[in-house]
Nanobody, 125 residues
Framework: QLLLSESGGGLVQAGGSLKLSCAAS????????MGWFRQAPGEDHEFVAG????????QYADSVKGRFIISRDNAKNTVFLQMNSLKPEDTAVYYC??????????????????WGQGTQVTVSA
């Protein structure tokens, strides 16, 4: 069983930055591809970013490319999402998730088996 806990969300002005963290426990994070998703009110979960076990392969949604960076520290069992140049449309609950595979990056919700509880990110205009 892998438990995931996000932190680092909050309220920020447009153009600002936030860094989300996702701490894992119960299993070694290196066994999993990790992803970040977000869900805005009334919307489905949207893939944001993902990284294989060694971050040799990363993928980003077009909407965040060049602004967000996913990274991971397997020794600390933690994955991060650095979010820069934030826009009001980035407002959502952000979730980290773990795939049971670790060599490919899935981009759909069904690719991921373990989920955190989410952290709210609000970007004001």
């Amino acid at each position: 069983q892998l438990l995931l806990s996000e932190s680092g969300g909050g309220l920020v002005q447009a153009g600002g930055s936030l860094k989300l963290s996702c701490a894992a426990s119960g299993r070694a994070l290196s066994r999993h591809t990790m992803g970040w998703f977000r869900q805005a009110p009334g919307e489905d979960h949207e893939f944001v970013a993902g990284a294989t076990w060694d971050a040799s392969i990363t993928q980003y949604a077009d909407s965040v490319k060049g602004r967000f960076i996913i990274s991971r520290d397997n020794a600390k069992n933690t994955v991060f999402l650095q979010m820069n140049s934030l826009k009001p449309e980035d407002t959502a609950v952000y979730y980290c998730a773990a795939d049971r595979r670790n060599w490919v990056v899935g981009t759909t919700r069904s690719d991921y088996y373990y989920w955190g509880q989410g952290t709210q990110v609000t970007v004001s205009a």
